[in-house]
């Protein structure tokens, strides 16, 4: 029999075999009824969680640079059919106005959609916040930020 302490050296003392395997039988026995008993407790719990499915289907997109916002937010405004928001930096807004996404913005109004974005306004970007304003789109200032494109 091994008795391990942190304190002192380990302790082995001569057992007969049969008491130790009988030991280490129920040992095991007994964490096998506690795995059955957790096992038991997580199938519960999972059947009073059951999620169900939205019938609602959206797709989010972390864009890392600019050549992914140029190849991935234009195509996604056109084809967005209700609703779209944008999460950026206040140069995320002025980006937008260069490379055309507040035209797509502007179709996807047009169309009956609604486009939403999130941004620090400072007094420099006024001025690209104002174009998104004109075209429709609803901007929120928040302070401080700033996050990623």
């Known amino acids: 029999m091994v008795r391990p302490s942190l304190n002192s050296p380990t302790t082995y003392a001569a057992v007969d075999i049969e008491i130790a395997l ?6 095991q026995e007994s964490e096998l009824l506690e795995m059955e008993a957790r096992k038991r407790e997580l199938l519960d719990l999972s059947e009073r969680q059951r999620l169900r499915p939205s019938t609602e289907v959206a ?4 864009l890392k640079n600019i050549k992914e916002i140029v190849s991935t937010a234009a195509p996604v405004l056109l084809s967005a059919e209700k609703d ?5 930096p206040i140069s995320g ?5 260069m490379i055309g ?9 047009a169309r009956g959609g609604r486009v939403r974005g999130v941004t620090n306004v400072s007094y420099s970007g ?5 174009a998104l304003l004109d075209v429709g789109e ?5 302070e401080g930020y700033r996050g990623v494109f």
């Open 22 to 27: 009988e030991a280490a039988l129920k040992k």
């Open 59 to 62: 797709t989010f997109s972390i």
């Open 84 to 88: 779209m928001v944008g999460v950026s």
């Open 93 to 97: 807004a002025v980006l937008s106005s």
């Open 101 to 109: 996404i507040t035209e797509a913005c502007k179709e996807l109004i």
């Open 126 to 130: 006024i001025r690209p916040v104002q």
């Open 138 to 142: 609803e901007v929120r200032h928040f």
